[in-house]
């Protein structure tokens, strides 16, 4: 398997501008996350699906943000409007049971 | 609400070391703990998996302890090397949810 994959790597955008970054999870696996990483905030939950529902969603951080899961093997988290708070690493994982990374998009919002 | 900490913060030595790395959380309900490692840059490579009903996992130089009712799991790393320099994290999986819980994490140096 190819592990979890993530794209675009890199992402550099103007504020004001949406942003949508796509994860294919592992196959297999049963849940899908999303993180979000900085310096100052460290590794944050934004949201996380259960067989594609999303169970928790609490960590979004504001309307801006949202996620999909259309299907097992597919997700999409947007930002619209994006702002340059929003720079970060974002990351996705699966799990059926052990919990494995993407290797991140890194978004930068001039 | 599960809170998961790490202790220290950072951790300098010298290479050939053995060292411990401490996680510990405050809600003993859980499912699993799992280790991970984080090189500069780079996304989160899982180190070892340990179940709520085993006491410790190990791989190759790693050995992972589980101590549920104090709340702890310590991450034993033998005969360090310069190549170990890497942030560990824990993360604490509940029996009531799908979702991890994640401690700050340790910044590790090994010196040559």
């Known amino acids: 398997d190819a592990g979890v994959i993530q794209s675009p790597r890199h992402e550099v955008t103007e504020m004001g501008q949406e942003v949508t970054l796509r994860c294919k999870p592992i196959?297999?696996?049963?849940?899908l996350f999303w993180y979000r990483q900085t310096m100052m905030r460290g590794l944050e939950l934004l949201i996380y699906?259960?067989?594609?529902?999303?169970?928790?969603d609490s960590g979004m951080p504001e309307d801006r943000f949202s996620a999909k899961m259309p299907n097992a093997s597919f997700s999409t988290l947007k930002i619209q409007p994006s702002e340059p708070r929003d720079s970060a690493v974002y990351f996705c994982?699966?799990?059926?049971?052990?919990?494995?990374f993407g290797p991140g998009t890194r978004l930068t919002v001039l | 609400k599960q809170e998961v900490t790490q202790i220290p913060a950072a951790l300098s030595v010298p290479e050939g070391e053995n060292l411990v790395l401490n996680c510990s959380f405050t809600?003993?309900?859980?499912?699993?703990l799992q280790w991970f490692r984080q090189d500069p840059g780079k996304g989160l490579t899982s180190l070892l998996l340990?179940?709520?009903?085993?006491r410790e996992q190990t791989s190759g130089r790693l050995n992972a302890s589980l101590d549920k009712s104090s709340g702890r799991s310590t991450l034993y790393i033998a005969a360090s090397q310069p190549g170990d320099s890497a942030t560990y994290l824990c993360?604490?999986?509940?029996?009531?949810?799908?979702?991890?819980?994640f401690g700050p994490g340790t910044r590790l140096s090994v010196l040559p």
């Open positions: 994982a699966s799990s059926s049971n052990e919990q494995f």
């Open positions: 993360a604490v999986k509940g029996n009531y949810g799908q979702n991890f819980v």
């Open positions: 340990i179940q709520s009903s085993q």
């Open positions: 809600d003993s309900a859980i499912y699993n």
């Open positions: 196959s297999g696996h049963n849940s």
């Open positions: 699906f259960n067989n594609n529902v999303p169970i928790d």
